[in-house]
Antibody, heavy 113, light 111 residues
Framework: EVQVVESEGGLVKPGGSLRLSCATSGFTFSKFTMNWVRQAPGKGLEWVSSINNSSNDIQYADSVRGRFTISRDNAKNSVYLQMSSLGAEDTAMYYC??????WGQGTLVTVSS | DIVMTQTPLSLSVTPGQPASLSCKSS???????????LYWFLQKPGQSPQLLLYEVSSRFPGVPDRFSGSGSGTDFTLKISRVEAEDVGIYYC?????????FGQGTRVEI
């Protein structure tokens, strides 16, 4: 059974940092490009970042470049999103997705004082 | 960035009747490899998005054949041959030809 499970998000103060994890199983993780997609409350989907299977092709949305860092550990079948300098505009449900085919249930990140 | 525009933004349908959703891109999604990188997703209420179609018209495994996709270049259509109650939600198109990958604003389908 395919599983894609994001770590718990949480409440972060403006300017703060948070690291999201996404643990996977049930598919050949090392062959998949992994993505983070977010959805602000009541809004549509926004792609955030992608990392290819060998970590040599990494992409970021302009809205997070320089503040977020994506990484992966193929030995642990996991992908990560290190988020820093968070602002209210980063408040969203964050989804981990393999090749846009396999999606997690999402984790809520709220940036508020 | 490639802009994806979906119409209509909202659609009320009758079970058993067909439905048609449109998606237009600001640039051609035809790649030099011959493939067209247009995806359709459905986000059911309270759920994560799920992939319905990739490369315009290929159904992801497990997707019912009442869902079909068509189009080329910059104009695309998702058709539901006979809408069922479980098809309610928000449908998003997305371009995958070059980053940043961009989504349309979504079409809300309700019964």
């Amino acid at each position: 059974e395919v599983q894609v499970v994001e770590s718990e998000g949480g409440l972060v103060k403006p300017g703060g940092s948070l690291r999201l994890s996404c643990a996977t199983s049930g598919f050949t993780f090392s062959k998949f490009t992994m993505n983070w997609v977010r959805q602000a409350p009541g809004k549509g989907l926004e792609w955030v970042s992608s990392i290819n299977n060998s970590s040599n092709d990494i992409q970021y949305a302009d809205s997070v470049r320089g503040r977020f860092t994506i990484s992966r550990d193929n030995a642990k079948n996991s992908v990560y999103l290190q988020m820093s300098s968070l602002g209210a505009e980063d408040t969203a449900m964050y989804y981990c997705a393999g090749e846009f085919e396999l999606w997690g249930q999402g984790t809520l990140v709220t940036v508020s004082s | 960035d490639i802009v994806m525009t979906q119409t209509p933004l909202s659609l009320s349908v009758t079970p058993g009747q067909p439905a048609s959703l449109s998606c237009k891109s600001s640039e051609s999604l035809l790649h030099y490899d011959g493939k067209t990188y247009l995806y359709w997703f459905l986000q059911k209420p309270g759920q994560s998005p799920q992939l319905l179609l990739y490369e315009v018209s290929s159904r992801f495994p497990g997707v019912p054949d009442r869902f079909s996709g068509s189009g080329s270049g910059t104009d695309f259509t998702l058709k539901i041959s006979r809408v069922e109650a479980e098809d309610v939600g928000i449908y998003y198109c997305m371009q995958g030809i070059r980053p940043p990958w961009t989504f349309g604003q979504g079409t809300r389908v309700e019964i």
